[in-house]
């Protein structure tokens, strides 16, 4: 017997120790490569692996378990070497996956309380974990019911369940949303920030949904095409060097998106006719009206402003920053 | 506002080391069988040649009239765990076709094997649940009627005449479950259905026997045995119950054979059970 994830693995722990650490790993599948020499630190706490569909989040997440072996590269999670230690690692890591995944012909409390003592849980240590965390997740009521009936939300909530039935320090959460009603999804986010920010679990959530990863983390990982193109701090990313405006205009949208461009200012649209426009400091012109040089940027070009108001940098600003949307 | 509000706690028991998943999953296999009525029904339907060779045996023991006609020899055990060829068959698709292609089709490896055990632990899990149903419908029936022999008999003289009975069931039973359980598991491991994978593993049986029997039919000669699965393990059979080998094929070609097959299906399992699935 051993007992449990030594202390130092908590959140409580010095916060420069990085919880998972990749350096210089490539990840190939056949002659595609899904991860290109991607180097990141992820710190304690809840952090957001951010990125869009295709973007190499959920291999990053594989290959940290183990499931896929990077052509080059090192990696280490809770201080231990992925490849040399992946036992060791996985007995403090809860997994929850993307896609529906379950075992058959077990109802719910059979099902967390067996991952437990896969996890090397005592069978009545399991059991009794199995309800405590499904009484966490909301699964209270439907414990007795087989896996296979569950609706698409208690499916993601069974994942998070089986997830957290041995205690993980660290958690990888992929897509957890997924598939989720608007209050589901709450709820799912709620839980997730909870166990992030009151019940000391690291956690990596993984996510295309910028919304999701801003409310629950407080650092993040940016990745497109494979690479890291951004990290740290959201608070740091999304702040001071420069501010963000909404602004609509009427008038040639590409030939001013160019000007903005070519002033060294960046733009990327939303969902409605507003883009956002983010002036880098210094970008603004000598006086530092960010404002004013929009206006005059506009004057000069015979562009029509019929809307602009100062906004607060979001995740989604740091995100098309980095990936470079337009 | 309740006065015990459940919520998540950190955990400050015990674990075990890693090393013993597949005991786990090995017992929550076995217990899914045995809850089913219908395997129960198979299981006790598989113990009725014990029976009748138990009859058998009381028999020639308490009436010596019977005994040139009844009494129990090498032949007889062996003919006994050729019997159990039917419910070796049957049970190893009723029990083996879904143990990995459920877990496939339900996405359960990726929940398997982020838990802190490797992929021999997780094959060797299922293999024990397989192997173990198997073994109680060969080895163990024909180990007790052994036993019974010697308690109806009330000696050891059959017993001590015949030693090699015991090594010859113990390897007779493994070499058949060991062949059932690898090659069953590794298609398994190739689909989805438990019902493709039934389907394909009678085919590969009756297949190789077809064979086998068309070439014996043009050519009249028994030494191409080996095409057929279930003719070599006869032929290897045959050499440890130390009975004339009904076939021309040398021993060695069978059991190189057998072993391929078991070699093959390790491999099978080697490359399909992983965490993911990837598809270049």
């Not at chain 1, 231990?80 to 929850?96: F, K, N, S």
């Not at chain 2, 879904?98 to 490896?109: E, K």
């Not at chain 2, 005449?161 to 190739?190: C, D, H, K, Q, Y």
């Not at chain 2, 590969?204 to 279930?230: C, H, K, P, R």
């Amino acid at each position: 017997m051993q007992s449990s994830a030594p202390a130092d693995s908590r959140p409580g722990a010095p916060a420069t120790d990085p919880v998972v650490l990749l350096d210089g790993v490539t990840v190939e599948y056949g002659a595609n490569r899904a991860l290109q020499e991607v180097s990141a630190k992820f710190s304690r706490g809840a952090v957001g692996l951010l990125g869009p569909n295709g973007a190499g989040k959920s291999t990053m997440l594989k290959a940290l378990l183990g499931f896929i072996k990077p052509r080059v590269g090192r990696m280490s999670v809770l201080g231990l070497d992925v490849a040399r230690e992946p036992l060791a690692i996985r007995a403090r890591l809860g997994y929850m996956p993307e896609s529906d995944a379950h075992i058959p012909g077990m109802n719910a409390v059979t099902f967390v309380a067996y991952c437990g003592q896969l996890a090397g849980l005592p069978a009545v240590d399991a059991m009794q974990r199995a309800h405590e965390v499904l009484y966490y997740v909301g699964l209270d009521e439907a414990r007795y019911r087989n896996v296979e009936t569950y609706s698409t939300g208690m499916k993601q909530r069974i994942k998070l369940a089986q997830a957290l039935v041995h205690d993980p320090d660290l958690l990888f959460l992929d897509e957890p949303t997924n598939g989720m009603d608007p209050k589901g999804r709450d709820e799912m986010l709620e839980l997730i920030h909870d166990l992030g920010h009151n019940k000391n679990v690291n956690l990596i959530l993984s996510s295309h949904l910028l919304p999701d990863v801003e409310f629950t983390c407080d650092s993040v990982v940016v990745m497109d095409k494979g690479k890291v193109v951004a990290q740290g701090p959201i608070d740091e990313l999304k702040g001071p060097g420069g501010r963000v405006f909404e602004l609509r205009i009427k008038g040639s949208l590409p030939a001013f998106v160019e000007l903005l461009n070519q002033a060294g200012m960046e733009c990327h649209g939303t969902d409605e006719d507003v883009m956002r426009v983010f002036v880098p400091t210094g970008a603004g012109g000598s006086d530092g009206n960010d404002q004013r040089a929009i206006f005059a940027l506009a004057a000069r070009h015979g562009v029509q402003v019929r809307h602009l108001r100062p906004s607060v940098p979001t995740l989604e600003d740091v995100f098309a920053k980095a990936v470079g949307e337009e | 506002m309740p006065i015990h509000d459940q919520s998540y706690r950190r955990y400050g028991g015990l674990k075990t080391s890693p090393g013993r998943a597949w005991s786990v999953i090995a017992r929550a296999g076995i217990m899914t069988m045995i809850r089913k009525r219908a395997f129960m029904g198979l299981m006790l339907f598989a113990w009725l040649p014990f029976v009748v060779r138990a009859v058998q045996i009381y028999v020639a023991a308490n009436y010596p009239q019977t005994e040139t006609l009844l009494a129990p020899d090498a032949k007889m055990f062996r003919d006994f765990l050729e019997q159990q060829d039917f419910f070796v068959f049957v049970m190893t698709i009723y029990v083996g076709a879904g143990l990995i292609a459920q877990d496939r089709r339900a996405n359960a490896l990726q929940i398997y094997l982020s838990k802190p055990l490797m992929r021999a632990e997780y094959i060797a899990g299922k293999a024990a649940v397989l192997f173990t149903f198997l073994m109680l419908v060969t080895w163990v029936p024909g180990i007790l009627l052994l036993f019974l022999q010697v308690m109806f008999k009330g000696s050891f003289e059959f017993l001590k005449a015949n030693l090699f009975l015991f090594p010859a069931i113990t390897v007779g039973a493994l070499l058949e479950a060991l062949l059932a359980t690898f090659t069953m598991l590794a298609l398994s491991s190739l689909s989805k259905s438990s019902r493709y994978v039934g389907i394909l593993y009678s085919g590969i049986l009756f297949f190789t026997a077809a064979i086998y029997g068309a070439m014996l039919a043009i050519t009249g000669d028994t030494s191409l045995s080996w095409l057929s699965v279930s003719s070599n393990l006869h032929q290897i059979v045959d050499l440890i119950f130390r009975q004339t080998p009904r076939y021309a094929t040398p021993w060695q070609v069978s059991l190189i054979v057998v072993l391929g097959l078991i070699a093959l299906s390790i491999s099978v399992l080697e490359r399909r059970v992983r965490g993911v699935e990837i598809v270049t």
